[in-house]
């Protein structure tokens, strides 16, 4: 699976939109980019994945590059409680092999 | 939808004990499940992967007769801990792999967690 690159922390005023980048250059044509997130002492939440278009969920909006090489979640207003780490994944769909491999993330603080 | 649970939710054991955690897939259906266990300030590391009705893949490194995992129905894994020491102490998270009606691809959906301290 490709590795991506995140910045280890992030601050977001509450209320603003958070934008969370991921960077991932050596991904493969057939290899999603995942985002989920892990509040403290709690699993991963799944929040969105793509493969090339731009995707928007109740949650998050993901906006990915036209040559697929970065990618960036998109929180429209952020709340108290998206503090958390947040993790950009990249592999292929379904099937054993594509089990998840979690880097160190992006832990993002929303201040008040 | 995509809902997965695990129980315990926190577990304290004494040394050599053994522990059992299941995880369920409640609204969908699971051919294969992972088991990951997350040290304190770590990311998650995968132990095993589990596929119903066969035995279970192990990460390089992780024993799999300490960790015995068995995935008997589409809906159910279980994880158990023998003979376990305070070094195993952590939080054990599984997931299960399934699709729910409104996504194309299959996708991970993960469970609340185990939290275990070993005295």
């Known amino acids: 699976d490709a590795k991506t690159t995140q910045p280890p922390s992030m601050d977001c005023a509450e209320g603003r939109a958070a934008n969370l980048p991921c960077n991932h250059s050596t991904i493969s044509g057939n290899e999603y980019v995942y985002w989920y997130r892990q509040i403290h002492s709690q699993g991963p939440q799944y929040i969105i994945h793509g493969l090339k278009n731009n995707e928007t969920n109740e949650m998050a909006s993901l906006i990915i590059t036209e040559d697929r090489k970065s990618s960036t979640l998109i929180l429209p207003h952020a709340t108290l409680r998206d503090t958390a780490v947040y993790y950009c994944i990249v592999r292929v769909a379904g099937g054993s092999q594509g089990n998840l491999i979690f880097g160190k993330g992006t832990k993002l603080s929303v201040k008040p | 939808g995509a809902v997965v649970s695990q129980h315990p939710s926190r577990v304290i054991c004494k040394s050599g004990t053994s522990v059992k955690i299941e995880c369920r897939s409640l609204d969908f259906q699971a051919t294969t499940m992972f088991w990951y266990r997350q040290f304190p300030k770590k990311s998650l590391m995968l132990m095993a992967t589990?596929?119903?009705?066969?035995?279970?893949?192990?990460e390089q490194g992780v024993e799999k007769d300490k960790f015995l995992i068995n995935h008997a129905s589409l809906t159910l894994s279980t994880l158990t801990v023998t003979s376990a020491h305070p070094e195993d102490s952590s939080f054990y998270i599984c997931?299960?792999?399934?699709?729910?009606?409104?996504?194309?691809?299959?996708?991970?959906?993960f469970g609340p967690g185990t939290r275990l301290t070993v005295l």
């Open positions: 997931s299960a792999l399934g699709r729910v009606a409104f996504l194309s691809t299959d996708t991970q959906y």
């Open positions: 589990s596929n119903e009705g066969s035995k279970a893949t192990y």
